[in-house]
């Protein structure tokens, strides 16, 4: 909008900032809130903006010359042009031409906004603001007297600095007093993000096509079909299957909660395929996060800083092999060929095999590269370069890439940049939810933006904060008396605390216990979860640390609460695994059957420690690195026995076949299974409620600290 203003009359760029403060005048008192159907400016004050006294930014005016003694052929008026409006005042913002450096002037009015005379003012030249204009479109309007003027005017300035009164009423300044002056660097700054977006999220298209930003989203979506022959339009079929299209909207945040681009999909509704008709395979290998984290921890160790970089519309580029066709996008329909359709060449968001065919082609070309495919983790590829290492790992469109020397980065963009449309490379800084800061030390892994969404969402912004998730005694159990609260609610606080434990392994147990009961909640448990988001408010700062220089072994915790389930009396298996100090994978889970015993139940949380010990593994081959003997250590000397000793007892006989594969991998000596003290047991975290005490002290032992501990 402002540089349409600015080219409307060949406006100088340097009233940039007049020219975006005008524009947000505007918006004001135009703009229709989507819902309310009221302007942002009606909201506030209350009642209708009055607009007549509205000019166009940039035209000619001119200003009235008063209490000056003229001859009798001197000019009453001075050239300028419109600038905008005063923010405390009826007043207008003009540049007048004569004045030269101090030619940006607020002119005051005596008399209706509306009116296109000139207006009267006195004029003092030194310093005063105090000029009037008058918008009128022609000269003739004005009381004008020829004297000989200068040759030609004063030059634009390339800065103008408006000097405004001192000891200006206190009971007329609009806004925040201490907050200070908007100066045009922080107006620029905020100008970075809102200034061509839309904050608002279209619920139908109707809504979008009525917003100029969005329209602007959706025409670059399809021009991105036109890019990547996406479709042909085509004749409708007479007996195949065509499927429907539709518009979503969404906005693209920073880690810092602020706009930075309207994004528009067109997706098709893949609901309605036809399987055998319309696709065939749709599974497409997704990341897990534990091996994210595996990357973290690897490149802080080996001290290689990571990027990342986002492919634009990335399914857009995977080719599909069978016949589809799609109706137009709503709002674009062809007014010629209405009754057509298009014939799809490749992959659209929202077919079921869209995923798969974006993989293939990103693959099959990473390959032709010399990139070498994870035997375990299909979504890791590496390359070793003499002395150097290339790793990249792959979450749909967004890729996480680093390598030794950063050369090989700069040429894996240039080669990325060459075969795709990319949208965004820059240092790794926010993936997938996570706020990643590379330090000197060190890598910091938190979610402090989501944890403040979650409390505002639920709305305990002004909840107290407490110092751990769960009481000691927090056990639940079903509480059939109890009164039922709202599924969805409570079913919602559990989703978005799983997803928060990425990076917080602190409260893993006290979400999964609460996750058990989302059959049938009850108000003793809506008060447990709630617990959760208040401890954490109290600890919003902490997160993952992964330092540098730490010794890259890899160790595995296995713990267990024997009976912990108050509901069916099954023991609660925890475990840790950490590449030298950095934790990357952690759980708690309930066990699928009862345990006779103690023994019992930390023998199976061992046998389950010992899959993600191997799965680790395998995953680290691809980096480069092999163990041949991997420490799993567990507080129980029965459990480690029955580990170590073949034989069949009385009391293991009933153990599930499936638990007894731990014998086979410590026999191996793949697994070296030790005992610890329970005092230095860090998987305990994992199994029951702790005091205070004893919970810090094991959070900080997994490395879980505050961020201004890391500074």
Request: charged fraction near 25%.
């Amino acid at each position: 909008m402002a540089r349409t203003m600015l080219d409307e009359y060949s406006v100088s760029d340097s009233f940039w900032a007049e020219a975006i403060n005008t524009a947000w005048h505007a918006t004001n008192r135009l703009y229709l809130h989507r819902l309310l159907k009221k302007t942002s400016y009606e909201l506030i004050v209350g009642r209708k903006p009055n607009v007549a006294h509205f000019r166009v930014f940039g035209c000619k005016c001119y200003i009235y010359r008063k209490s000056v003694r003229l001859t009798k052929f001197e000019s009453r008026c001075d050239e300028g042009f419109f600038l905008g409006y005063a923010s405390n005042s009826k007043a207008y913002q003009v540049y007048n031409k004569n004045k030269g450096d101090e030619g940006l002037m607020r002119a005051m009015k005596n008399m209706s906004i509306g009116d296109v005379k000139p207006i009267e003012v006195e004029d003092k030249p030194s310093t005063s603001t105090q000029d009037e204009p008058s918008t009128s479109a022609s000269p003739s309007q004005a009381q004008v007297e020829v004297e000989e003027e200068k040759a030609q005017d004063p030059p634009m300035p390339l800065r103008i600095h408006t000097a405004l009164s001192k000891d200006h009423p206190i009971d007329q300044v609009l806004g925040d007093i201490s907050k200070g002056v908007q100066t045009r660097s922080r107006v620029a700054s905020i100008c970075e993000h809102y200034s061509f977006v839309s904050c608002l999220e279209p619920k139908h298209v109707d809504e979008a096509l009525c917003d100029p930003d969005w329209m602007n989203a959706m025409h670059e979506e399809l021009n991105n079909f036109a890019r990547n022959k996406v479709w042909t339009l085509v004749e409708r079929p007479r007996d195949h299957n065509v499927i429907g299209t539709k518009w979503i909207f969404r906005n693209k945040q920073d880690e810092n909660g602020l706009v930075v681009r309207n994004k528009a999909r067109l997706v098709a509704q893949g609901f309605t395929q036809v399987e055998g008709l319309d696709f065939g395979e749709t599974f497409a290998p997704i990341v897990r996060l534990e091996a994210i984290r595996i990357l973290l921890a690897f490149a802080s160790c080996f001290d290689i800083k990571l990027f990342q970089m986002d492919v634009k519309s990335a399914f857009l580029n995977g080719e599909i092999a069978e016949l589809v066709f799609v109706e137009q996008p709503p709002g674009f329909e062809d007014p010629k060929n209405s009754n057509h359709v298009y014939k799809l060449s490749k992959a659209l968001y929202g077919l079921k095999q869209a995923p798969r065919a974006w993989y293939e082609r990103l693959r099959d070309f990473l390959l032709s590269k010399d990139f070498k495919i994870g035997k375990v983790d299909t979504t890791l590829f590496t390359k070793i370069i003499g002395d150097d290492f290339f790793v990249c790992q792959i979450y749909v469109d967004d890729i996480i890439f680093g390598s030794t020397n950063e050369v090989f980065c700069k040429e894996f963009d240039d080669m990325m940049f060459r075969e795709f449309e990319m949208s965004m490379i820059e240092e790794l800084s926010f993936f997938l939810g996570l706020q990643i800061k590379q330090l000197k030390d060190g890598m910091f892994v938190s979610q402090t933006k989501y944890i403040k969404d979650l409390l505002k969402r639920f709305g305990l912004e002004d909840a107290k904060p407490i110092k751990t998730p769960m009481a000691t005694n927090g056990h639940l159990d079903l509480d059939e008396g109890g009164k039922l609260v709202d599924l969805k609610l409570y079913r919602s606080m559990i989703g978005s605390l799983l997803y928060f434990t990425v990076s917080r392994p602190d409260i893993m147990f006290s979400v999964c216990m609460c996750a058990r009961f989302q059959a049938a909640p009850k108000e003793c448990h809506l008060v447990a979860v709630k617990r959760i988001l208040r401890y954490l408010k109290h600890s919003s700062t902490i997160g993952l640390w992964y330092p540098k220089g730490a010794k890259f072994k890899l160790v595995g915790y296995s713990d267990s609460d024997y009976a912990g389930c108050k509901v069916d009396r099954k023991s609660t298996s925890g475990s840790c695994q950490m590449l030298g100090r950095s934790l990357v994978s952690w759980s708690s889970k309930k066990q699928n059957s009862v345990a006779l015993s103690t023994a019992e139940a930390e023998y199976v949380s061992a046998g389950s420690c010992c899959a993600q010990l191997l799965w680790m593994k395998q995953t680290l081959l691809d980096y480069g690195i092999s163990f041949t003997k991997t420490l799993l250590l567990c507080d129980n000397d029965s459990a480690i026995k029955i580990a170590n000793n073949p034989v069949q007892h009385s009391r293991t006989k009933h153990i599930d076949i499936r638990h007894h594969f731990l014998r086979d991998h410590v026999a191996k000596c793949d697994i070296v299974i030790s005992h610890i003290r329970t005092e230095d047991q860090l998987a305990d975290i994992f199994t029951k409620p702790l005091d205070e005490t004893r919970f810090c002290k094991l959070r900080n032992e997994l490395n879980v600290i505050d961020f201004s501990n890391v500074v």
